[in-house]
């Protein structure tokens, strides 16, 4: 069975400022999705950024980018710049072959002004 | 962006009676959808899947008899919680496939939180 991890239940980052939250997980398939989810207050599940397995290029969304290794099976989220809107829950996933996603506990994010 | 709708967004019922909540993929046809859970401060955790026109699946430990799903329309699943009872109080989170996306993407709705007194 697939699990997700991860080890940071909090994370704090100044304004402006550079932050990396990490992201493991385990699977005995070759080809999946991982992603990373940000829940705000609002609770509503907004996509922060998708990679597919297959692809040795890193993912990039604007200030987000990931830092995919499949062989250690890491794969954590980089937040540039910060904002304070990038305070939330953000929440790493690995989508199943059945379609279902399995998420990690989770990081809250604080941003500091 | 695909949009994916839930109805209520807040429901609180008394313990023993019944709850209804809908989802709806509002501009996209989803064969299959996903019914989440998730408990304050934790992680969203998967109830079953919900595949139009089929029975749907059940994870291990959720009680299909407690927690009906029909999928009858490529838009719309729902999820009854029978008999409800205060640890069913919760957040459910539904989410649709768009397999009309080269990656079968996944949308999720807003979500409804349920309070059973």
């Known amino acids: 069975a697939q699990t997700v991890t991860q080890s940071q239940p909090e994370m704090s980052v100044q304004e402006a400022e550079t932050v990396t939250l990490s992201c493991t997980y385990d699977?005995?398939?070759?080809?999946?999705?991982l992603f990373w989810y940000k829940q705000p207050p609002s609770r509503q599940m907004i996509l922060v950024i998708r990679?597919?397995?297959?692809?040795?290029q890193n993912a990039t969304e604007n200030r987000f980018s990931v830092n995919f290794q499949k062989a250690a099976k890491s794969f954590s989220l980089k937040i540039s710049d910060s904002q304070l809107g990038d305070a939330a829950m953000y929440f790493c996933?690995?989508?199943?072959?059945?379609?279902?996603?399995?998420f990690g506990k989770g990081t809250k994010l604080s941003v500091k002004p | 962006g695909a949009v994916v709708s839930q109805h209520p967004s807040w429901v609180i019922c008394k313990s023993g009676t019944s709850v209804k909540i809908e989802c709806r993929s509002l501009?996209?046809?989803?064969?299959?959808m996903f019914w989440y859970r998730q408990f304050p401060k934790q992680s969203l955790m998967l109830m079953a899947t919900?595949?139009?026109?089929?029975?749907?699946?059940?994870e291990q430990g959720v009680e299909k008899d407690k927690f009906l799903i029909n999928h009858a329309s490529l838009t719309l699943s729902t999820l009854t919680v029978t008999s409800a009872h205060p640890e069913d109080s919760s957040f459910y989170i539904c989410?649709?496939?768009?397999?009309?996306?080269?990656?079968?993407?996944?949308?999720f709705g807003p979500g409804t939180r349920l309070t059973v007194t």
């Open positions: 989410s649709a496939r768009d397999f009309g996306t080269s990656s079968y993407e996944q949308y």
């Open positions: 990679q597919e397995a297959y692809k040795q």
């Open positions: 996933a690995y989508r199943r072959e059945e379609g279902n996603l399995i």
């Open positions: 919900s595949n139009e026109g089929s029975k749907a699946t059940y």
């Open positions: 699977t005995s398939e070759s080809d999946y999705y």
């Open positions: 501009d996209f046809q989803a064969t299959t």
